[in-house]
C-alpha cells in the first residue's frame, strides 16, 4: 500500500541553522500539507500546497518557513532560521482530493530538535 | 473560524467497558467531520468520517447538529483501541483542523 514518506526521521540542529525536512507524497496524490506537534500539545496546521503554490497557511508559518515541490516527487518543508521553539514533529501529509472529502494520508514524521 | 473541542485529555477505562471520546466544534457551514487515531509508535491514520455513517473497529460516531458534537463511541474497548484520537472538522477550507486529542487507555 503506498504511503507518505519522510526524512529525516530526526534531525538535531543549533539554532539559527537552516533546516530542510523532505517529503515524498503518495504519487496520485495533489494537495500536501505540513503539520506539526510540539510536545504535548495537539496537532497543528502549518500549510497546504495545491498546483505548485500555497493554498493556505497558517499564523505559525511566518517568513522563516517556505515550502517547495523541486521535482515530481518531493515536498519539502524548510526552515530558514531555526529557534528553540521550533522543536516538535513536523507531520508531511498528502490527499488525492481537497475540499474538505479527502482522507488526509500522514507520513511518520520528522522530529526536529533545536538547541 | 471553525474550532474544535476535545475536553478530555485522558480517558482511562478497563476493557470490555463502554467509550465516548467527546468532540463539539464550531463551524458556520456544513461539516464534515473525522476522528484520526494515532496508535503508539504508529503514524496519524483516518479512523472514520461521518459522511460514509461506517463503523470502524466497532467505532461509531453521530454527529449532532443541534448539539454541535461528534463523539466517538465503542460499546466494548479493547486493550489494542489504546491510542490517541483526534476529532478534526475540515471547515471550508482545504485543510484539516485538529483537536487536541483525547488519549485514551483501554485497562486489562
Known amino acids: 500500500e503506498p504511503e507518505v514518506t519522510q526524512t529525516p526521521s530526526h534531525q538535531v540542529t543549533q539554532m539559527g541553522q537552516e533546516v530542510i525536512l523532505r517529503c515524498v507524497p503518495i504519487?496520485?496524490?495533489?494537495?500536501f500539507y505540513w503539520y506539526r506537534q510540539i510536545l504535548g500539545q495537539k496537532v497543528e496546521f502549518l500549510v497546504s500546497?495545491?498546483?505548485?503554490?500555497?493554498?493556505?497557511k497558517s499564523e505559525i508559518f511566518d517568513d522563516q518557513f517556505s515550502v517547495e515541490r523541486p521535482d515530481g516527487s518531493n515536498f519539502t518543508l524548510k526552515i530558514r532560521s531555526t529557534k528553540l521553539e521550533d522543536s516538535a514533529m513536523y507531520f508531511c501529509?498528502?490527499?488525492?482530493?481537497?475540499?474538505?472529502?479527502?482522507?488526509?494520508?500522514f507520513g511518520e514524521g520528522s522530529r526536529l530538535t533545536v538547541l | 473560524a471553525q474550532r474544535v473541542t476535545q475536553p478530555e485529555k485522558l480517558l482511562s477505562v478497563f476493557k470490555g467497558a463502554p467509550v465516548e471520546l467527546k468532540c463539539n466544534y464550531s463551524?458556520?457551514?456544513?461539516?464534515?467531520l473525522f476522528w484520526y487515531v494515532q496508535y503508539s509508535r504508529q503514524r496519524l491514520q483516518l479512523l472514520l468520517r461521518?459522511?460514509s455513517r461506517e463503523s470502524i473497529k466497532g467505532f461509531t460516531a453521530d454527529l449532532n447538529k443541534g448539539e454541535t458534537s461528534f463523539h466517538l463511541k465503542k460499546p466494548f474497548a479493547q486493550e489494542e483501541d489504546s491510542a490517541m484520537y483526534y476529532c478534526?472538522?475540515?471547515?471550508?477550507?482545504?485543510?484539516?483542523?485538529f483537536g487536541t486529542g483525547t488519549l485514551l487507555a483501554v485497562q486489562p
Open positions: 501529509a498528502s490527499s488525492e482530493e481537497g475540499r474538505n472529502t479527502g482522507e488526509l494520508f
Open positions: 478534526a472538522p475540515p471547515g471550508a477550507t482545504n485543510k484539516l483542523i
Open positions: 504519487s496520485n496524490h495533489l494537495y
Open positions: 461521518h459522511i
Open positions: 463551524y458556520s457551514g456544513s461539516p464534515e
Open positions: 500546497f495545491y498546483n505548485n503554490e500555497i493554498s493556505e
